[in-house]
C-alpha cells in the first residue's frame, strides 16, 4: 500500500513568487491536513479537506490556500512568498475527518521543505 | 484559546529505563480531541495516539502508555524500558470540536542512550 506522497521534497523560491506543493494521499483516504514546521513557530496547524471542501483552518493569512480534487490528492498554494515561510510542509491523510471520530489514525508524507531567498 | 504546554524541552535517559513525556492543555471546548506524535531524525512524524474528551480510560500500546486525566488537563506520555530507537521529538497537540485548529505543544527531545 502506498504511503502519503509529496511533491516537491525540496524547493527555493525567492521573495513574491508563489508556490504550490502536492500531497497524494493514501488510497481511500478522503481527507488530508497540511501542517507548517518552523524552527521559530514549531508545528502549526494550515488547514483540513475532505471530500474536496476545506472543514478546518488554522491561523494564517490568506496567502496560504488549498484545494482538494475527486481523487482528493490535495495541492496548497503560497502566494507572495516571504522569508518566514521558509518551512517543512507536512501534509497527512486519513480515513476520516479529523473532529468526526475517536479513531482515526494520521499518516504523514516525508514533507515538502521550501526556502524563500 | 486553546493552549499545550509541553514543559520538558529536552530528555535524556539511559537505554532501559522508563520516561515520561508531560503534556498539559488548555481549551474551553467540552469535546476535545488529543493526540501524540513522533519525529525521528528522519523528519516525518509518526501518529501515535489520538484521544476524545470523554474517554479517560488509560491506554497502553506495547511499551508505550497514556495516561489522561482531566482534572489536571493533563495527557501525559510514558515509554517503557526505553530503547534507543525511541529518540525522536514527541508532540503533543488538542483539537477543539468548536476551534477547528490543531495547537502542538513545543515538542520534547528525547535521547535515549545506550
Known amino acids: 500500500k502506498a504511503g502519503v506522497t509529496q511533491t516537491p521534497r525540496y524547493l527555493i523560491k525567492t521573495r513574491g513568487q508563489q508556490v504550490t506543493l502536492s500531497c497524494s494521499p493514501i488510497s481511500g483516504h478522503r481527507s488530508v491536513s497540511w501542517y507548517q514546521q518552523t524552527p521559530g513557530q514549531g508545528l502549526q496547524f494550515l488547514f483540513e479537506?475532505?471530500?474536496?471542501?476545506?472543514?478546518n483552518k488554522g491561523n494564517f493569512p490568506g496567502r496560504f490556500s488549498g484545494r482538494q480534487f475527486s481523487n482528493s490528492r490535495s495541492e496548497m498554494n503560497v502566494s507572495t512568498l516571504e522569508l518566514g515561510d521558509s518551512a517543512l510542509y507536512l501534509c497527512?491523510?486519513?480515513?476520516?475527518?479529523?473532529?468526526?471520530?475517536?479513531?482515526?489514525?494520521?499518516?504523514f508524507g516525508e514533507g515538502s521543505r521550501l526556502t524563500v531567498l | 484559546a486553546q493552549k499545550v504546554t509541553q514543559a520538558q524541552t529536552e530528555i535524556s535517559v539511559v537505554e532501559k529505563e522508563d520516561v515520561t513525556l508531560d503534556c498539559v492543555y488548555e481549551?474551553?471546548?467540552?469535546?476535545?480531541?488529543l493526540f501524540w506524535y513522533k519525529q525521528p531524525p528522519s523528519g516525518e512524524l509518526v501518529f501515535l495516539i489520538r484521544r476524545n474528551s470523554f474517554d479517560e480510560q488509560n491506554e497502553i500500546s506495547g511499551r508505550y502508555s497514556w495516561n489522561f486525566q482531566k482534572s489536571t488537563s493533563s495527557f501525559n506520555f510514558t515509554i517503557t524500558a526505553s530503547q534507543v530507537v525511541d529518540s525522536a521529538v514527541y508532540f503533543c497537540?488538542?483539537?477543539?470540536?468548536?476551534?477547528?485548529?490543531?495547537?502542538f505543544g513545543a515538542g520534547t527531545r528525547l535521547t535515549v542512550k545506550p
Open positions: 497527512a491523510s486519513s480515513l476520516v475527518r479529523m473532529l468526526d471520530s475517536n479513531t482515526g489514525e494520521l499518516f
Open positions: 481549551t474551553r471546548d467540552t469535546t476535545y480531541y
Open positions: 479537506y475532505f471530500s474536496e471542501t476545506q472543514r
Open positions: 497537540a488538542l483539537v477543539g470540536r468548536n476551534n477547528n485548529d490543531m495547537r
